[in-house]
């Protein structure tokens, strides 16, 4: 047997097959929780986890100096994990995997920690953390970290893209005994350097000992760095970066521990987290029902656990499936060997290309359900590998071997130009890949500057909390029913009918709902994954389950696409704009989906707020060997807003105007003309701007910020205001747009909403029952909507394109219409009696208490033409760190024009986690590959923004005495996806904080940087600030000595 408590990392390596262990959990041994501290030192059991570490030291340290290593390691903590997993993590843990990357271990080294081991027999022996081997039968028992002598500095470190829960991109611990102001002892350990474990900088230690502890020893300490860490750095990702933070955590060191010894303020010492505060405001209004503010009806089922979604669905004799991917971007398959995987016991099947009697896939039939003689991307699926259990079908996968031909690939935007391999703009719809107005030679002429540049946005992962996923269960003949994670129940439908062979009627698919999609489940991905689990499970005659891990999910499917946008903007020295050209290209990746279509809404965007009489957009998608481009919250306007937006900065920056005052002085207005031809009536865009602005202060924080940046050299402030406009509904959509809902009375007045609308946690289901309610006018309690069914509602749109309510609310009040027209008769006779009575009534009369509802939006299939526009605007305040490039958000304001809104706290939850999510994309979320096509990111390093990446002050406002927006139900407009694009306004105050580090150094304040804008690019565009203590690395140690 062998021994195991709570850690953050896997300790179990070498798993076989077949091979069965036996593992004991020592959590609960009393004996190994205990925890005491004494003048000597602070002994921790190997079952404490760090969250009851942290409350113990919090409650017993009170007397322990902060820069002692106890109150090293009580400060520190709070920076490890998150409060989930600290009470699960023990330290015992950590000092057995002492992984590479680790948090904690780092403080134990410097603080001399033992540890004690303890065998089967009860026999004990010592250890050093570095050192520590288990043999057989050996556990840790408990861990003694000796107190600091008298004189003693320690400071714990870890830097991280996220602000809490992930890999740390640097960690360190650093130690110095000081005597009569000299160095008697030091320790300087650190981790993520390299891809072993934990590092001494013994070169480092070594030099320092016996020297004066004063700012003359920084150069050369700086040398000794380089020469200790400068090949380890080569073995991780950013090394460059990481090599600055190891100068910059120790010169944050040098000075915290001066402080100490100066009695001065020390400006690097941790800031304790603030919980972050929010207002939300809104208009309050009599109605009861809609407009009014319902909280989600499956909100307690979120937080509880209960919500049910396709992997809660419990099916006797299930099998499970996984797939193997490609390991190549572009290559021939020459033979695929699964008999290894075949020969596991468990495993029922293993399905390649060949097996498939139609393997024709994607929404434009140019993708394939696997591939069967050429991969076209790191990750294409190639083969289905079913079995018993989830875990043995992915082990199996692991076992078939491919064979490659590798071809060339074709990865970047810059490849695929110079390769002119794109997609054509017209392929599958009639789709416009150049818009114009004007005359643009002639607006440049007019022009007094003219200022060129290019902007480098890169694409993000949808990573909603459900990956992809669908259940198959054989029914009668050729019925299956499909159990799907998708935005819609046609597509699925679609697929397993191709697939299978067989009539659409044969297949059913419901969905209760998503775990989000943002996008991600409204194209192919669901359908392939659907129709993969249907050829599975028909040919073996049982259900089967495909059910993607985020490693998976993460390889295989669609991504928003990165792009490249280049322009030219004419203006005269005021700021009015004269002439403006773009040409911007996007990553396509291998299959075509929608991104023409998303191109096209970039180029119908990227002029956002902004009224120029003379412009030329020009798009193209490149076909690349990359994962393919889908829809991602939004579309293609946030990159249009994101690209619009850093080229107005960029123009403010050359004409040394107020980037606010440029915005303002070319605002679009009523009976303005849009690039493709829209003319404009209402315009909400001023008056928004000014409720934002006076709303956030903005002119008295300028101030503040200014005054903040003066007197603070390491941490810089930026504050921005940029408002966005997003347009619903475009001619081509609402041509191919359709709506039917069902609705059913019960005899005791209870109704049964059936509709098209998928609900994604979004809400859609709430604010469809709040318009049923009130058209029936009973309570909304009496309404249910049940699962979605393709079995009830036929040939349904995805819900997408924030349109769900707008599309499927007036089919639903038609339906009710018809009912209520049917009960007329017997209402107008029992005009007192309620509801129920009146529908019991009809009901014994035989009058049919079914009906229908229809939607059919009016449109031109070749119409760019809006519906109508969301406009919105955010006033973001945001800090840096100059030394590693860490934000954080201070403050944001938003305000919304929303019409007259249909359920105001759904609407404030969704910009407020839409704002995030753009800040994310743009700050955090970095995706790369290699020149190859080999992803560089993982579930590990790609981040998602934390709960600590929340701005401190959140206000979001719904704005005041809005114009209603007449051409939808009930007057409102929609909310899901225009607020994603305004977080732009994070980057743009982190461009403006980077600018007054730049100006600090003499550098020009205005610097390019590609995004998402993490800390190690922001580090880079501040400057080298610590450049004057840097010399040439030794080139040879033993020459130096």
Not at 60 to 82: E, K
Not at 191 to 202: C, E, F, G, L, T
Not at 390 to 417: G, N
Not at 953 to 970: C, E, G, Q, Y
């Amino acid at each position: 047997a062998e021994y195991g408590v709570g850690g953050s990392t896997t300790g179990l390596h070498n798993l076989k097959i077949g091979v069965k262990r036996v593992f004991i959990s020592t959590t609960n041994v009393e004996e190994f929780r205990k925890v005491s501290i004494s003048k000597d030192a602070l002994e921790v059991g190997s079952a404490v986890t760090l969250g009851h570490l942290k409350t113990y030291l919090e409650e017993n340290t009170s007397n322990f100096a902060s820069h002692s290593n106890i109150g090293a390691l009580a400060d520190h903590l709070i920076r490890v994990a998150n409060t989930q997993l600290r009470n699960a993590i023990t330290l015992g843990a950590g000092v057995v995997t002492n992984e590479w990357n680790s948090d904690i271990t780092p403080l134990l080294i410097v603080s001399g920690a033992s540890v004690t081991v303890v065998s089967a027999t009860g026999e004990k022996r010592k250890s050093t953390v570095n050192e520590l081997k288990l043999s057989s039968g050996e556990t840790v028992h408990s861990i003694t970290i000796p107190q600091s002598v008298l004189g003693t500095y320690v400071r714990g470190y870890k830097e991280s893209i996220r602000n809490t829960t992930t890999r740390s991109t640097i960690g360190a611990a650093l130690s110095v005994t000081l005597e009569d102001h000299k160095v008697k002892h030091a320790s300087f350990v650190f981790s993520a350097v390299n891809k072993k474990s934990p590092k001494s900088a013994k070169h480092t230690e070594e030099f320092v000992k016996g020297k004066l502890w004063s700012p003359e020893i920084l150069p050369i300490v700086i040398e000794h760095l380089n020469s200790d860490f400068a090949q380890d750095v080569k073995e991780v990702e950013r090394s460059d970066y990481v090599q600055s933070l190891i100068h910059a955590l120790f010169f944050k060191f040098f000075h915290s521990s001066s402080s100490v010894l100066s009695n001065k303020e020390d400006e690097f010492k941790s800031t304790p987290y603030t919980i972050p505060k929010g207002l939300q405001s809104f208009e309050m209004y009599e109605d009861k029902l809609v407009h009014a503010p319902l909280h989600h009806l499956a909100a307690d089922l979120h937080t509880t656990g209960e919500a049910v979604y396709v992997d809660d669905v419990i099916i006797k004799s299930l099998l499970h499936s996984a797939l193997v991917l490609s390991e190549r971007a572009h290559a021939n398959i020459v033979k695929i060997d699964a008999s290894p995987a075949q020969a596991v016991s468990g495993v029922h099947a293993v399905y390649t290309g060949k097996d498939l009697p139609f393997n024709i896939a994607g929404l434009f039939g140019d993708e394939d359900f696997l591939a069967k003689t050429e991969v076209k991307y790191y990750g294409h699926p190639i083969a289905l590998v079913v079995a018993d259990t989830e875990e043995l079908a992915k082990k199996a996968a692991k076992l078939v071997k491919v064979e490659y031909e590798e071809l060339p690939a074709i990865v970047s935007i810059e490849e695929a130009i110079k390769a002119n391999a794109f997609y054509p703009p017209k392929q599958f719809l009639p789709l416009d890949d150049v818009i114009s107005k004007g005359d643009v030679e002639k607006g440049f002429q007019e022009a007094e500057v003219i200022v060129e540049g290019e902007v480098n946005v890169g694409g993000c992962e949808h990573y909603y909390m459900e990956p992809q996923i669908a259940l198959v269960v054989p029914q009668e003949r050729d019925e299956v029913l499909v159990y799907s994670s998708c935005q819609g129940t046609t597509t699925p439908q679609d697929c397993v009918s191709k697939i299978l062979q067989i009539g659409k009627h044969n297949v059913r698919v419901d969905i209760k709902r998503l775990g989000g999609g943002f996008g991600g489940k409204g194209t192919s991905d669901p359908g392939r994954v659907a129709g993969l689990a249907a050829f599975a499970a028909k040919q073996l005659g049982r259900p089967v389950k495909l059910r993607f891990d985020r490693v998976t999910d993460l390889a295989t499917t669609g991504k928003r696409a990165g792009y490249k946008g280049k322009y030219k903007i004419g203006v005269k020295k005021d700021g009015k704009l004269t002439a403006v050209e773009w040409d911007i290209y996007s990553n396509g990746g291998w299959s075509s989906d929608i991104s023409v279509l998303l191109m096209t809404e970039t180029l119908i965007s990227v002029d956002n707020c902004y009224f120029c009489p003379n412009v030329k957009y020009v798009g193209k998608v490149c076909k690349t060997n990359l994962n393919t481009s889908v829809p991602m919250r939004g579309a293609g306007k946030p990159q249009a807003v994101a690209l619009a937006e850093i080229a107005l900065e960029h123009v403010a920056s050359k004409l040394g105007i107020s980037a606010e005052k440029l915005r303002e002085t070319n605002f679009l207005k009523k009976g303005d003309e849009t690039p493709y031809h829209d003319k404009l009536g209402d315009v909400e865009l001023q008056r928004l701007w000014n409720t934002t602005m006076t709303s956030a202060d903005y002119e008295k924080r300028v101030k503040q910020v200014e005054e903040f940046n003066l007197t603070h050299k390491w941490k810089k402030r930026g504050i921005a205001a940029a408002p966005s406009r997003y347009g619903l509904w475009p001619g081509l959509f609402r041509a191919l747009s359709k709506a039917s809902a069902y609705v059913h009375l019960h005899k005791d007045g209870t109704a049964l909403l059936l509709h098209a609308g998928i609900e994604m946690g979004q809400g859609l289901h709430t604010k469809l029952q709040q318009i049923c309610a009130n058209a029936l006018n009973i309570p909304m309690e009496k309404v249910l909507t049940p699962a979605n069914s393709n079995y009830f509602i036929a040939n349904s749109d995805a819900t997408g394109g924030s349109v769900g309510t707008d599309l499927n609310g007036p089919a639903v009040v038609d339906a009710c219409k018809t009912l209520l027209s049917r009960l007329e008769p017997i209402r107008s006779k029992m005009p007192d009696a309620p509801f129920e009575k009146v529908v019991e009534t009809a009901e014994m009369m035989g009058i049919c208490l079914s009906a229908t509802g229809w939607n059919k939006p009016q449109g031109e299939m070749t119409c760019h033409k809006m519906l109508y526009y969301v406009w919105n605007a955010a006033v973001t305040e945001v800090e840096i760190d100059v030394l590693t490039g860490k934000w954080q958000i201070i403050r944001a304001d938003i305000v919304q024009d929303f019409g007259k809104s249909l359920n105001p706290i759904l609407d404030v939850g969704q910009i407020e986690g839409a704002f995030l999510q753009g800040v994310g994309w743009l700050l955090t979320e970095e995706i790369k590959w290699d020149q190859k096509g080999k992803p560089h990111f993982d579930a590990e390093s790609y981040v998602v923004p934390g709960i600590k990446d929340i701005p401190l002050d959140l206000r979001v406002s719904l704005l005041p005495n809005a114009n209603p927006n007449n051409t939808v139900i009930h007057s409102s407009k929609a909310v899901g996806e225009p607020p994603h694009s305004i977080g732009i306004t994070a980057v743009v105050a982190v461009k403006r904080a980077i600018a007054a580090a730049r100006k600090d150094q003499g550098l020009s304040e205005w610097v390019d940087i590609s995004l998402p804008a993490t800390p190690d690019k922001i580090k880079q565009a501040t400057g080298d600030v610590l450049r004057h203590l840097k010399k040439e690395a030794p080139k040879d140690r033993k020459q130096e000595e």
